[in-house]
T-cell receptor, first 114, second 115 residues
């Protein structure tokens, strides 16, 4: 089955440090996306990287994609306490007949300590 | 442009009652997804709908659960005869689907507690 798997499951760092989260998946994809979820809230889209892209930046976020290894990483630089949240990767792929499916991994819980 | 609206945000039901969760997608979005999330876990896909059409319901239990997205009005996830194991957060997301793919826009979720 198509499934994103993040590691680590939980990560605790000091403010100012960088945080790296990894995601692996099993089958071919259309795009890979990262989402953030604050406790008790809905998910918010952070960044999308297409299958023909290798790296993408958005502010303090850097995402890489290695389709040969079926893996992606999310790097948050100069972390802040406000970055404390759960981070999920989602693979999306086009269905054979119509539409688009998204599959989410179990997430990485990031704690940034002040 | 309002985001994805879900209601109720919190719902308490006793075993055997029915739960109805509603989702209004973002304006212009014709695709709706429902996910279920247990505490400290990821999102589990349940059902994918387009207006008046169920595209994929492979993640939804065959019994007691149903979903619809009528031509007019919100999408509804219905759980009949709820059991304690149905307690979870249910998230709705919408997408303006294109062949190039796109992102999901999530609501704040409906938290169901079954007593």
């Amino acid at each position: 089955s198509q499934q994103g798997e993040e590691d680590p499951q939980a990560l605790s760092i000091q403010e100012g440090e960088n945080a790296t989260m990894n995601c692996s998946y099993k089958t071919s994809i259309n795009n890979l996306q990262w989402y953030r979820q604050n406790s008790g809230r809905g998910l918010v889209h952070l960044i999308l990287i297409r299958s023909n892209e290798r790296e993408k930046h958005s502010g303090r976020l850097r995402v890489t994609l290695d389709t040969s290894k079926k893996s992606s990483s999310l790097l948050i630089t100069a972390s802040r306490a406000a970055d404390t949240a759960s981070y999920f990767c989602a693979t999306d792929y086009l269905r054979d007949n119509y539409g688009q499916n998204f599959v989410f991994g179990p997430g990485t819980r990031l704690s940034v300590l002040p | 442009n309002a985001g994805v609206m879900q209601n109720p945000r919190h719902l308490v039901r006793r075993r055997g009652q029915e739960a109805r969760l509603r989702c209004s997608p973002m304006k212009g979005h014709s695709h709706v997804y429902w996910y279920r999330q247990l505490p400290e876990e990821g999102l589990k896909f349940m059902v994918y709908l387009q207006k008046e059409n169920i595209i994929d319901e492979s993640g939804m239990p065959k019994e007691r659960f149903s979903a619809e997205f009528p031509k007019e009005g919100p999408s509804i996830l219905r759980i009949q005869q709820v059991v304690r194991g149905d307690s979870a957060a249910y998230f709705c997301a919408s997408s303006p689907w294109t062949a190039a793919g796109g992102e999901l826009f999530f609501g704040e979720g409906s938290r169901l507690t079954v007593l």
